[in-house]
């Protein structure tokens, strides 16, 4: 495994049927990747699991099993989610190809990379979605787009390969600050929500739907750390202002408001 192909990880979600754990094991190491997390899958470890890894027992002894999302993204600036059809998240739209050529350029340049699946049955749910700068559909045809957890994963290892093969290992751009990653990411977010009942923004609209375009936006804006610790401390000092009108803010303690250059 190149030190490139060491920065993409493959995410499987709520996986209902451990023989699609073995067959996505199996899929990434033909094509050169080893990285498997599992995320609250329903039945983990499992003799079916093993027997279709067939070849590739390695990837599922390093296969970590998270309780929560956010863990199993922990570390990843870049977070492309797999669906087969169109959902009420309005997130930008990549084929596998497309999503291949960005992800490895990511990893090119030193970013940890995850690549989700969702559930044989359901897929990702909206709020899983949300957690992702873009949407992957395979362009199956419109009247059978079922398509098997592990032939899904094979097609984007497949992608990912052959944009190995055809860029190699792209040289790095100018240094830049690395973009904050996933876990970074959901602090902020926790943050933002609290302040913005702190200052009763909300006036009766739907916090859900405010929530949903601010994460489209702040994942879209891809900030870096430095960048977070900013938005951070103008947050806790909407909070400090609320506190001076009498209202009373909820503490969050998630980053030091200090750290803000």
């Not at 390969?161 to 190699?168: H, S, V």
Request: with cysteine; net charge negative; charged share 30%.
């Amino acid at each position: 495994m190149t030190e490139t192909a060491a920065r993409v990880r493959f995410v499987l979600v709520r996986t209902s049927h451990p023989g699609n754990i073995g067959s996505a094991a199996r899929a990434i190491r033909t094509m050169g990747f080893e990285r498997l997390e599992l995320v609250t899958p329903y039945r983990y470890p499992d003799p079916e699991a093993t027997a279709l890894a067939a070849g590739a027992p390695q990837v599922l002894e390093k296969a970590p099993v998270r309780e929560q999302l956010v863990d199993g993204l922990a570390g990843a600036s870049l977070v492309l989610g797999m669906s087969a059809r169109r959902r009420g998240v309005t997130l930008p739209e990549l084929t596998p190809r497309e999503a291949a050529a960005q992800a490895w350029q990511a990893a090119c340049e030193g970013r940890e990379v995850a690549l989700m699946f969702g559930n044989e049955q359901s897929g990702l749910a909206n709020e899983e979605l949300a957690r992702c700068h873009a949407m992957v559909r395979i362009p199956s045809v419109e009247d059978y787009s079922s398509l098997n957890l592990s032939q899904a994963v094979q097609v984007m290892a497949y992608e990912m390969r052959l944009a190995g093969l055809d860029e190699g290992e792209v040289a790095p751009p100018e240094p830049r600050d690395a973009p904050a990653d996933a876990e970074q990411m959901e602090q902020f977010f926790e943050h933002l929500g609290r302040s913005l009942d702190d200052i009763d923004f909300h006036k009766g609209r739907s916090p859900r739907t405010i929530m949903r375009r601010l994460r489209k936006l702040f994942m879209r804006a891809s900030p870096d750390e430095r960048e977070l610790r900013i938005l951070h401390g103008i947050l806790a000092d909407a909070s400090r202002a609320a506190k001076m009108a009498g209202i009373e803010p909820r503490p969050f303690k998630g980053v030091d408001e200090a750290d803000q250059d």
